[in-house]
């Protein structure tokens, strides 16, 4: 007796994914009970498994013709371009709080937790830039501090 891998390899998925296989094998599983049991013996008509290795290669080409299609790849690569503009957003607002921190450093050999703290929580690329133009400006760090805390009011 020959041995069919293909038959065996049917039965183990049907064993081990009883349900997906019966939806994809017989198409429903409406009012169907189904149980587990060892070594079970799968009479499937060949036409029921020539099906589903078709709806496999249908499944192919339709993925294969919609990552073809125009439309798709304008929806990707407006997907890029949102992602890179927001990146870009995100890489000047970390840019501007490090150079607000850096003048600060720099004039006033410190910079208290309080100020990274507050000034790690905006958010808003207009109002980095107006803080890093008054950090080069302020005559202390308490004058700083009270300008953070009117930007949060």
């Known amino acids: 007796m020959a041995l069919n891998i293909f038959d065996r390899s049917v039965k183990a998925l049907a064993r081990r994914y009883p349900l997906p296989f019966i939806k994809v094998a017989l198409g429903s599983i409406e009012d169907l009970t189904v149980a587990t049991i060892e070594n079970p013996e ?11 290795c ?15 299609a125009s439309i798709v790849q304008e929806w990707i690569n ?25 003048v600060l450093e720099e004039r006033f050999m410190r910079v208290k937790k309080g ?33 953070l805390e009117e930007v949060e009011n």
């Not at 799968?42 to 589903?52: A, G, S, T, Y």
């Not at 407006?78 to 850096?102: D, M, Q, S, T």
């Not at 703290?117 to 009270?146: C, M, N, Y």
């Open 54 to 68: 078709s709806l496999r290669q249908d499944e192919r080409e339709e993925t294969k013709m919609l990552q073809e």
């Open 42 to 52: 799968i009479n499937l008509p060949e036409r029921r498994l020539d099906f589903v």
């Open 78 to 102: 407006e997907g890029l371009e949102k992602g890179k503009k927001a990146g870009k957003v995100e890489g000047e607002i970390e840019a501007l709080k490090n150079a607000i921190l850096e």
């Open 115 to 147: 100020i990274s703290g507050k000034l790690s929580a905006i958010d808003d690329p207009a109002v980095l830039r107006s803080l890093h133009r008054k950090s080069v400006k302020v005559e202390s760090l308490e004058e700083f501090a009270r300008l």
